[in-house]
């Protein structure tokens, strides 16, 4: 079992920057994958950017250059650095971990960005 825990979302201005924050209870180390993905209200849920244990990194198009995902292994901790947001980032967040066959979910955090 793998518990992920996110914080950091809330109300960022256009070109403003947020961190969000997945704290797992176990190491990152052992995790297979981890992601971020975000949905907007009405919209799917789509993947943001992913990180493997051996720290490949990937984004997709439409936060290339603006997103970062990092971790902080001693902390058990996986990071998505949003600079530059814009109000088509506005969504919820959700941290996302693969360990063999299971998956694992974290609650969500609202990330707004008015028009």
């Known amino acids: 079992q793998v518990q992920l825990v996110e914080s950091g979302g809330g109300l960022a201005q256009a070109g403003g920057s947020l961190r969000l924050s997945c704290a797992a209870s176990?190491?990152?180390?052992?995790?297979?994958?981890i992601r971020w993905y975000r949905q907007p209200p009405g919209n799917e849920r789509e993947l943001v950017a992913a990180r493997t244990s051996m720290g490949s990194k990937a984004y997709a198009d439409s936060v290339k250059g603006r997103f970062t995902i990092s971790s902080d292994n001693a902390k058990n901790t996986v990071y998505l650095q949003m600079n530059s947001l814009n109000p088509e980032d506005s969504a919820v967040y959700y941290c996302?971990?693969?360990?063999?066959?299971?998956?694992?979910w974290g609650q969500g955090t609202q990330v707004t960005v008015p028009s």
């Open positions: 996302n971990a693969i360990k063999g066959s299971y998956a694992y």
């Open positions: 176990t190491s990152i180390f052992d995790l297979d994958f």
